[in-house]
């Protein structure tokens, strides 16, 4: 697709349970981002894949929460034993990837999750 | 968390007015950036800038990365209904070239 996709858009759990939140970054884009972005606030950074590896994961809140890309491209957040807490829009974006950063990030519409 | 001061948190304002909105820090950033999001969007950019001092122009915004790189701001000029959203200031921090630090964001609504 022309832009970063992102499924669900919306997505409803009970607290406790297990969920993926899924990433398409737009084709080509070598580097990943994940931030987190609760009512009322700019989003905040979670983590940053450049290709396959995960090479700065610190934003992440805590071990509940981990993000894999095996082959480069799809991304999968998941976070286990979800939490009310949790609750707020996870965002994915992508650029170019090229060597020394400062690179336009593109952003996806978001996934909304709502934990009960 | 937050190292980014953005204000106002909310404008009202007329078709036509101008409008200008801010951001400070207490830390030095390599790269300022300006997005702005709709609802139930992500964030679109708008300005990007590079070097301390740097003004630059996309249509009737303009944005400015401060002298001490500790600060920027955006202007937009005879707002439109369309401009209606929240808009947020981004900076990559001295020593990270990838990791995006947010505002929490300015609510702007245009009264036709």
């Known amino acids: 697709g022309a832009g970063v996709s992102q499924t669900p858009s919306n997505k409803v759990t009970e607290k406790g349970k297990y969920v993926e939140l899924r990433c398409d970054p737009i084709s080509g884009h070598t580097a990943l981002y994940w931030y987190r972005q609760s009512l009322g606030q700019g989003p905040e950074f979670l983590i940053y894949?450049?290709?396959?590896?995960?090479?700065?994961d610190s934003g992440l809140p805590n071990d509940r929460f981990f993000a894999v890309r095996p082959e480069g491209s799809v991304s999968t957040l998941k976070i286990q034993r979800t939490e009310r807490g949790d609750s707020a829009v996870y965002l994915c974006?992508?650029?170019?990837?090229?060597?020394?950063?400062?690179?336009?990030?593109?952003f996806g519409p978001g996934t909304r999750l709502l934990v009960l | 968390g937050q190292q980014l001061n953005q204000s106002p948190q909310s404008m009202f304002i007329q078709e036509g007015e101008d409008v200008s909105m801010n951001c400070t820090s207490s830390s030095i950033f390599n790269t300022w950036l300006w997005y702005k999001q709709d609802p139930g969007e992500g964030p679109v950019l708008l300005i990007a800038?590079?070097?301390?001092?740097e003004l630059t122009s996309n249509g009737r915004l303009t944005a400015q990365f401060g002298i001490t790189r500790k600060d920027s701001f955006l202007n937009i000029s005879a707002s439109i209904p369309s401009d209606v959203g929240i808009y947020f200031c981004?900076?990559?921090?001295?020593?990270?070239?990838?990791?995006?630090?947010f505002g929490k964001g300015t609510l702007l609504t245009v009264n036709p």
């Open positions: 894949f450049q290709g396959t590896g995960a090479a700065d």
């Open positions: 974006a992508s650029s170019q990837g090229l060597a020394g950063g400062l690179e336009t990030q593109y």
């Open positions: 800038l590079y070097k301390a001092g």
């Open positions: 981004a900076g990559q921090l001295r020593g990270s070239n990838y990791k995006l630090t």
